[in-house]
């Protein structure tokens, strides 16, 4: 008889769940241009997605002080609020895969490097909180790619390395799941090509949230999880 070979999934948030990339490039771009910085193209602006708000805004401008990344950070939320509900939209089939993922009986979690505040404005604005077990913020912990997030989240749940799954759009998430001792799934429809993500070798990848629960039913084993092929499909 075949079982789940995960007990917990984490998912990210922006890329992953939410299609929120070009909102988060337009309110970055909206900042640089109201405090008259340097420019940055929209590919550095992408890169850094995934990141806490204070790793990401110490990527993109290294030279600045600590103030003046402060500043950044304040303008950059205050352009972001301000978007409407066509700025940030799930997936197509994000909540239903949730919803499925949660009755088969899986944990299900958010670790993402958005703010406490914005990942509950979010949560609320969808209702994703009803599947969701436990979330992690990057203004509470560790910034990805360091593994804190998920530690604290399998903690949380009770979960263990060898049966927790992350699904995860950049480099930052797979990167963060490796070093907790868990494994990643590639969402390759987000911010970082899917070579790039292959780099930290994923159990596999999937071309839309839509297909998480098929890869996980076509992952049930009956045997130690171990036999999977890393970065299959």
């Known amino acids: 008889m075949s079982a789940r070979a995960f007990d917990l999934v984490v998912f990210d948030w922006d890329g992953t769940l939410m299609d929120s990339i070009g909102h988060i490039v337009r309110s970055v771009r909206a900042a640089i241009d109201t405090l008259g910085l340097p420019a ?5 602006i992408r890169d850094i997605i995934g990141l806490g708000l204070e790793e990401a805004v110490a990527k993109l401008y290294p030279e600045a002080d600590r103030a003046l990344r402060r500043r950044i950070m304040d303008v950059y939320r205050e352009h972001y609020l301000n978007g409407g509900p066509e700025d940030e939209r799930l997936y197509p089939g994000a909540e239903a895969v949730l919803a499925e993922l949660h009755g088969r009986g899986y944990r299900l979690a958010v670790a993402t490097g958005k ?23 990057a203004d509470e912990t560790r910034s990805k790619p360091h593994p804190q997030m998920v530690l604290e989240l399998m903690e949380a749940v009770g979960a263990v390395p060898a049966r927790t799954l992350v699904v995860g759009d950049t480099e930052y998430d797979l990167a963060m799941a490796r070093a907790a001792g868990a494994h990643g799934l590639a969402a390759a429809y987000g911010v970082h090509p899917l070579a790039r993500l ?7 990848h999937v071309r839309a949230v839509i297909e998480v629960p098929d890869w996980l039913r076509r992952h049930e084993v009956a045997q130690p999880w ?5 970065g299959g499909s």
């Not at 703010?115 to 913020?137: F, K, N």
């Not at 292959?198 to 596999?204: A, D, E, Q, V």
Request: contains cysteine.
């Open 115 to 137: 703010s406490r505040r914005g990942l509950e404005r979010a949560l609320a604005a969808t209702g994703l909180w009803r599947y969701l077990a436990a979330t992690r913020c």
């Open 198 to 204: 292959l780099r930290h070798r994923p159990l596999g």
């Open 40 to 44: 940055r193209s929209d590919e550095a």
């Open 226 to 230: 171990g036999v999977l092929e890393e």
